[in-house]
């Protein structure tokens, strides 16, 4: 009988391996797995989808997605780090925000602005949100033996708690002066709660637009084939998941 059962992804003792892959899409979980071997479902409930898979080099690996934003991503880590996740990994994605940061490319932040209120709950807004340094240097090396130099990128990462902002409230030019180079909506809070929580955590990001220029939005029609549906957001993504479980087997050897 399943014990210690969490009450929004229904996890219980012996399902969370001590290495997490977390995503935002939770339609996305199944394909992540599926890029391991002997992939099976775990839980399924509120719109949280966990799946335990095996790295080609044997580590078992739990892949669980979050939903959009801090409060979901909250909710989510909270559980899974209740049950013995050591590592936690976001496989996710971003727009860019410095022009070299463009659709395919994919971004490995080495810390966060903390543009949201969630990870308050862990610690003041003078404390910094960074990556593990060991797992960001593993994912930054991987990709960058995947892809070329120009589309990979590492440096601070704008998450913010709001989607489609105000244009007399945006923080856009201060953050392009600034020279930040993404934004997304769940590391910050990551990175503090696995720095807060004494376990480890690291991103890494596909980008699906610009915002100075090619930006996610609204599609004409379904022939349109821009933000989750351009090719080179899905071969990033793709790539990602490569690179993210070449890390794992790197650092588990």
């Known amino acids: 009988m399943k014990r210690r059962i969490q009450p929004h992804l229904r996890v219980g003792e012996g399902d969370v391996e001590d290495i997490v892959i977390i995503t935002g899409n939770p339609d996305r979980v199944p394909t992540i797995a599926g ?9 399924r409930y509120r719109g949280y989808v966990t799946y335990r898979a095996y790295t080609p080099g044997g580590v078992p690996v739990t892949i669980s997605g979050t939903g959009i934003g801090t409060p979901s991503t909250h909710i989510c880590i909270e559980e899974l780090a209740r049950l013995g996740a050591k590592v936690i990994l976001r496989l996710g994605s971003c727009g860019g925000i410095e022009e070299s940061v463009r659709t395919g490319d994919v971004v490995v932040p080495t810390g966060c602005i903390r543009d949201e209120r969630t990870s308050l709950n862990y610690a003041p807004m003078e404390y910094p949100a960074v990556a593990s340094v060991r797992w960001y240097n593993a994912l930054h090396s991987a990709i960058s033996t995947i892809l070329p130099p ?22 856009l030019d201060l953050w392009t002066r600034a020279r930040v180079k993404c934004v997304e909506m769940e590391s910050s809070l990551l990175y503090v709660f696995a720095t807060t929580h004494g376990i480890e955590a690291a991103s890494i990001l596909s980008v699906d637009g610009n915002l100075h220029g090619e930006q996610k939005g609204e599609q004409k029609d379904e022939s349109e084939l821009t933000g989750e549906q351009h090719p080179l957001l899905k071969e990033a993504i793709s790539k990602s998941v490569e690179a993210t479980v070449a890390a794992i087997d790197e650092l588990r050897e």
């Open 35 to 43: 890029k391991m071997r002997d992939s099976e479902e775990v839980a």
């Open 150 to 171: 120009d589309r990979v990128h590492s440096g601070i990462c704008w998450t913010s708690d709001v989607y489609y902002s105000s244009p007399d409230n945006s923080q």
